[in-house]
Structures are given as C-alpha cells and as structure tokens.
C-alpha cells in the first residue's frame, strides 16, 4: 500500500509540473473525503504559479498565508489552507525548522508566506508562527510544527497524505490542537 501512494505522488508531481506548463492529463483517482472549509478561500495573488488546486501552496511576494479549519470525515476538524488544502505536519521536524526541502519539498510543499499568517474557524491564532527555512523563505508553523500540503491530494479536502511514511518519517494532518491526527 505505500508503495502505491509514494507512486501517487511522483504521479501527482508529473501532472502538476505538465499542468504549469500547459500540458492536461487525465484525472487521477485516490481517497478523498469532503471537507467544510469554515471560512471562505483566498484568491490566488498575481505571479502565483498554478498547482493542482489552481494556485501554489506557497504564498507569493507579499502575500499572507491563511490557516483556518475544515471538518473532514473521521478525521474531524482539520488545518487547512486559504483554499481549504489539507496541512501536514512532518514527524522528522523536531523544532520549528523544517527538515523537508529539495524532492522531499516538491512532494510536501511548505506553507509559505511573506506577510504575517492569519487564522480562520477555529484555528487559534496564539498556536501560529513563522520560521525561516534553508532557501531564506518564510514558512508556516502551528503549535511549533512546520506545515505543508501533499502534491498526492488534487482537491480541497483529501487526505491521501494522511499516516504516509515519506522521506525519513510519517507525515499527519493536523487538528486545532496542534498535534497529529492519528487513528491508528
């Protein structure tokens, strides 16, 4: 079974690198799960490049990322993005820099922003902050957590990311609190 999701995602980033480069490709299947974002979605900034929900998980150039909640099946309430993306946290980052960069980025990419982040639902706002990566970037954190989305999920509210052992150690959505959703 992991060996069919870690194909997932290398799929996945194929069909977004031909996506941002104006090729299509046929919809892909995987798990997925419905989710109630629990404000509206930001719009992409301009200069923002497309990915599989239509902008980049990263922020642009002065852009503000957005942490808010979303309830998604037996997984409950749930961190997502501006656009309502599933956020991850990574079990190898054991401070709030991230340990996730080059391939291992490209499949998880960070949340990133150049302005102060903001929350929304039931996010709590004391939980969230920044730190600076490798590349000099600014990068999302919640309750010390580095966050990232998964390539492998094509749409507001799939969790195909969910439980993955990827790049050194699991990788979980998080919940209000903080911490890993696991239902293991």
């Known amino acids: 079974m992991r060996r069919i999701r870690l194909g997932a995602v290398w799929m996945a980033a194929l069909v977004t690198s031909a996506a941002a480069s104006g090729c299509s490709s046929g919809g892909g299947g995987g798990s997925s799960s419905s989710a109630t974002p629990s404000s509206t979605a930001t719009s992409s900034a301009p200069g ?14 002065g852009a503000q990322a957005t942490v808010k909640t ?11 993005d501006g656009k309502g ?47 600076k990566r490798s590349d000099g970037k600014t990068q999302v954190t919640y309750h010390g957590h580095p966050l990232y989305s998964y390539a492998g999920d094509s749409k507001p509210g799939d969790t195909n990311g969910q439980a993955l052992n990827q790049f050194g150690a ?15």
Do not use: H, M
């Open 70 to 80: 979303a309830s998604v099946g037996k997984l409950g309430t749930i961190l997502v």
């Open 48 to 61: 923002q490049s497309a990915g599989p929900y239509g902008a980049a998980s990263s922020a642009s150039a």
């Open 170 to 184: 699991e990788w979980y959505v998080v919940g209000v609190s903080g911490n890993k959703v696991d239902l293991s």
């Open 85 to 131: 993306r599933t956020l991850y946290l990574f079990e190898a980052d054991k401070s709030t820099t991230s340990t996730c960069n080059g391939p291992c980025a490209a499949a998880w990419p960070p949340l990133l922003t150049s302005g102060a982040p903001s929350v929304g639902g039931s996010a709590k706002s004391g939980l969230l902050g920044t730190s």
